[in-house]
């Protein structure tokens, strides 16, 4: 790809990388593939597989990839506020390290909400490795009752075909043939007009990994921007591959986020003694999927 000067980088592309291996390296030369003026910044939560390394030698071929060592593990946020906070572009990109954009992804994105000036944050379609669009993809925000039908897994029976009506995600439903409004879209591909970025702000950092997503979506929805789904534009999400290695921590700062996100946007408008209930439900559900979660890996141990 042809080298850009600051004046002509039309989108800021931020990587979080977290000992993501060959997966962030193919991630990040997908990106420098797109058929559009870019930059690329790196934020690396001190990883300590050969990924780091890898990204160093990106930096030393294109002078539009920079790599922010962060030196430890700061979560999700606090590394993607400090890559948002050193880019340039007109249009913001946060992309996970194992989502993989084709060359038109990025164009299209932009020329598509050129046509919406109110909207302030898009994301495209995104598949799984199966070809399935990915759980979160689209979705609500989360309320009291459709957050606990999705924490739950409800199932309505086999001629509902698809999650409890009330679950906040929408994947299961008929793909729309057009750029469609949403609540919220999934944290792997967000595309960001700037002046939304500096009215809404960066990323709540009280967040250390999952449901900032959300909270971001709430926020820009608060301040009168749109958030629209682009089913036309596709990446395919590698899901999980900066933490496979520690799923018991990724769980248990996921319950933390939905937490935060609770006392944040839903415990005002619920009765007294609520959020007590909340905050046992939400940590019994932690319980059994890390009870889950340890007796798979003793399954997994004996196996071998």
């Known amino acids: 790809?042809?080298?850009?000067?600051?004046?002509?980088?039309?989108?800021?592309?931020?990587?979080?990388?977290?000992?993501?291996?060959?997966?962030?390296?193919?991630?990040?030369?997908?990106?420098?593939?797109?058929?559009?003026?870019?930059?690329?910044?790196?934020?690396?939560?001190?990883?300590?597989?050969?990924?780091?390394?890898?990204?160093?030698?990106?930096?030393?071929?294109?002078?539009?990839?920079?790599?922010?060592?962060?030196?430890?593990?700061?979560?999700?946020?606090?590394?993607?506020?400090?890559?948002?906070?050193?880019?340039?572009?007109?249009?913001?990109?946060?992309?996970?390290?194992?989502?993989?954009?084709?060359?038109?992804?990025?164009?299209?994105?932009?020329?598509?909400?050129?046509?919406?000036?109110?909207?302030?944050?898009?994301?495209?379609?995104?598949?799984?490795?199966?070809?399935?669009?990915?759980?979160?993809c689209r979705r609500d925000l989360p309320r009291l009752g459709s957050g606990l039908a999705t924490a739950l897994t409800l199932k309505r029976g086999r001629g509902g075909g698809g999650e409890h009506r009330r679950s906040i995600n929408r994947h299961l439903q008929p793909l729309p043939d057009r750029p469609t409004e949403v609540e919220a879209i999934s944290g792997a591909f967000m595309l960001i007009r700037r002046t939304a970025w500096r009215e809404v702000g960066p990323l709540d950092e009280g967040y250390f990994l999952h449901c900032e997503d959300l909270d971001w979506c709430r926020r820009f929805l608060d301040h009168g921007w749109k958030v629209l789904f682009v089913p036309a534009m596709r990446v395919v999400h590698y899901q999980g591959t900066c933490s496979a290695a520690a799923p018991v921590r990724v769980e248990w700062h996921k319950h933390r986020g939905m937490l935060r996100y609770y006392r944040k946007h839903l415990a005002a408008a619920q009765p007294a003694g609520m959020a007590l209930a909340v905050w046992c439900g939400v940590w019994a559900r932690f319980g059994l999927i890390a009870m889950r979660l340890a007796l798979r890996g003793l399954v997994d141990k004996v196996r071998l």
Do not use: H
Request: hydrophobic residues 45%; charged residues 20%; aromatic residues 4%.
């Open 1 to 136: 790809m042809a080298q850009v000067t600051e004046s002509a980088i039309l989108v800021s592309v931020a990587i979080v990388n977290y000992n993501g291996g060959p997966r962030v390296v193919e991630a990040a030369q997908r990106v420098l593939a797109s058929n559009a003026p870019l930059e690329l910044v790196v934020a690396d939560n001190g990883s300590r597989d050969t990924s780091l390394a890898e990204l160093r030698t990106l930096t030393s071929r294109f002078a539009n990839v920079r790599l922010l060592e962060l030196g430890e593990n700061r979560g999700f946020a606090s590394a993607c506020n400090a890559a948002l906070g050193e880019s340039r572009g007109e249009w913001l990109l946060v992309l996970n390290p194992d989502c993989m954009v084709e060359p038109d992804t990025l164009q299209g994105m932009i020329a598509t909400l050129g046509r919406y000036p109110d909207v302030g944050m898009a994301g495209c379609l995104i598949l799984g490795e199966d070809g399935k669009e990915q759980r979160g």
